[in-house]
């Protein structure tokens, strides 16, 4: 077994006994992590996402905090600020939730725009600067931000320049019958979300993220998939539904990503089924349909299905 596949198959087992459901979602979860991305997180309210994270932190072993938007929201809220310290007469940075390896963004979309632009900052750089000074965040920082896609009242949409810093847009469904049956179940026997450490959840091996994340930067791609790759980023630009289609750097997370999901099927080397299998959560929220589209009821996913299909395949 290879360490990316052992990677997802310990995460679906480890989050398999708090999140019931959701396969897929764990395992994109995991490929973001593997990926060493930022994900937004879709779904109405009480579908575990919060849950689902907070999860994930205790296999991983990691640093967690979490952010609850809101509308009054500070940069220095996530930041930190500098503090006065009056026996010393020097100030002391007081570090902000944003000093840690997993970040849980609640609500996002509840962030006010001078905040949204602090936390690009630290999204893209890795960095944060406090009063005019630089401060280098975990080379292993990942956020996972959450919004609920009915309520809009008291929100500030996201920047075009901030969703293209998602890794991906993952949406999160309502179970199928069985499992919401499952969950009232597990709740019946006494499951508590607010006790996670006393379930038992199992860390990773020590090493096997790193091995992991080694093995999809190793996968093969051919000439002809880059040239494929390139033409569904380039037909998302001129496609008539489309105001403002995917970038250069979709690109590039597009690549990485389906890198991800080869080695996630236990292979070594790229097809175009990996980017087929990847371009919805890679893609969909870095194009802007135009008004009359949505008028119409299109979405992303329904648009970006009809380029995929228009593209032809290499062989």
Known sequence: MSAVTEVLSHGRTQLGK????????????????????????????????????????????????????????????ILGTNVLNSATASFNLHKGPIFTDLLLVDEINRMPPRTQAALLEAMEERQVTIDGVRHALSTGFSVFATQNPVEFEGTYPLPEAQLDRFLAKLIVDYPEADDEIAVLQLHHKGFDIHTLGSIGLEPFPSDLLSQARQEIK???????????????????????????????????????????????????????????????????????????????????DHVLTDVLKAVEVPR
């Not at 040239?227 to 496609?239: G, M, V």
Request: net charge neutral; hydrophobic share 50%; aromatic share 4%.
């Open 218 to 300: 190793n996968v093969q791609v051919e000439p002809a998939l880059f040239s494929y790759l390139t033409k569904i980023i380039r037909r998302t630009r001129e496609w008539p539904s489309i105001a403002l289609g995917a970038s250069p750097r979709a690109a590039i997370n597009l690549l990485l990503f389906a890198k991800a999901n080869a080695a996630a099927d236990g292979r070594e080397f790229l097809i175009p089924d990996d980017v087929k299998a990847t371009a919805l959560p890679v893609l969909r929220h870095r194009i802007m349909l135009k008004p009359d589209a949505e008028l119409e009821g299109m979405t992303s």
């Open 18 to 77: 708090v999140i019931v459901g959701q396969s897929i979602l764990i395992d994109q979860v995991m490929m973001v992590l593997l990926c060493n991305g930022h994900a937004l997180m879709e779904g109405a309210p009480g579908l575990a996402k919060t849950l689902l994270v907070k999860a994930t932190s205790n296999i991983l072993q990691v640093g967690f905090q979490r952010v609850q938007c809101t509308s009054d929201l500070m940069p220095a809220d």
